[in-house]
């Protein structure tokens, strides 16, 4: 088989009048975190249901390990994926390990793993308890738990953290990050664009069906040329003079206070601009630059918001 996981080539879907991905065409490489980010409607949870084959294309071809979705040969090929849809629907009569279990003999894989997951995923002191008693974060950890089942070497996540809390999303990416680190390719979306930002290997940012941008954050940032943000903290009684000396240098906008200096300029003029902040010791009490964030740069990309 085929090292590369994902092969989207040109793919086209449409319901009736409504054209949800327009010529979609992106590679997810082996063993990378890849995030899929876009508006609403903007079509990635179509996109994930054409690399899932449970919905044919319109147009063009999706290959998942080498193998078209919309062939026979996939149902082998969909036994090593997991999935976590965005709102993971379970049994709420039965306890989670029952649940897990369930699922465990949909996938054929031994029930004996599950205990086991359930530990893993922070369930296991709740495994005996009816899922009607669940909290959302601990439905989301048992849906977690699922994907987890059989070891999939590729898993596609739908706005996984929904209803964690700050302690479970960074539980939930720790072990996610295990499961990368032991080969697995993972696909992600996520509405909280902070959160992906720091996770992801590369992404892609859909825009009304079309691929607006690809690439690593570095990439986008890049291509994008959006300007970084340094704010200095001044000593007091030192505005005028830190003023002066930066209107001397080119292609930047300030905006200066008593104490502090908000400084917007592009990238390629970050170092001037630190050059003549550091002759400036005795004014200058602290500096933070902030470059452009994966919100900055989504809605840069033609994003409604985030
Ligand atoms: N089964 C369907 N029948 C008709 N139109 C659909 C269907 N599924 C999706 N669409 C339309 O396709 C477009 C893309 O929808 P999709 O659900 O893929 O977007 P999304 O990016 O996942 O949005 P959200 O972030 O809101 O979940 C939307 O205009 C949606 O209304």
New binding site residues.
């Given amino acids: 088989m085929t090292s590369v996981p994902i092969q989207v080539t040109e793919v086209t879907k449409r ?2 009048d ?1 054209q ?1 991905l327009d010529g979609v065409s992106l590679t997810v490489q082996k063993g990378e975190m890849f995030g899929l980010i ?10 994930f249901k054409l690399m899932l084959g449970l919905a044919p294309v319109s147009g063009g071809e999706v290959c998942v390990h080498g193998v078209s979705t919309g062939g026979k040969a996939f149902r082998d090929v969909r036994r090593r994926i997991g999935y976590l849809p ?1 709102n993971f629907v379970t049994y709420d009569n039965l306890t989670g390990l029952e649940v897990l279990r369930l699922f465990a003999d949909l996938k054929r894989v031994p029930r004996c793993e599950c205990d086991a997951l359930l530990e893993r995923v922070g369930l296991g002191a709740a495994s005996g308890r009816r899922v009607r008693g669940y909290s959302k974060g601990m439905r989301q950890r048992l849906g977690f738990a699922q994907v987890l089942l059989g070891n999939p070497d590729l898993i596609f996540l739908d706005e996984p953290t929904n209803g964690l809390d700050a302690e479970g999303i960074h539980e939930f990416y720790r072990i996610l990050r295990d499961v990368q680190e032991q080969g697995a390719t993972i696909v992600i979306t996520s ?1 909280i664009l902070a959160e992906i930002q720091e996770r992801v290997d590369r992404l892609v940012i ?1 825009s009304s ?1 079309k691929v607006a941008a690809q690439g690593t954050i570095a990439q986008l940032r890049a291509q994008m040329v959006l300007p970084s943000i340094i704010e200095v903290n001044l000593h007091p009684g030192y505005h005028q003079e830190v003023h002066g000396a930066l209107s001397r240098a080119e292609g930047l906008q300030m905006r200066i206070g008593e104490d502090v200096a908000h400084i917007s300029c592009a990238q390629s003029e970050k170092v001037a601009v630190l050059q003549i902040l550091s002759t400036m010791a005795h004014a200058v009490r602290d500096i933070s630059i902030r470059e452009p964030s994966l919100e900055d740069l989504f809605l840069g990309y033609g994003g409604q918001h985030a």
Avoid at 38 to 47: I, P, Q, V
């Fill in positions: 319901f009736g409504v949800a876009g508006h609403n409607g903007a079509g990635k949870s179509t996109l965005e509405h859909l069906g």
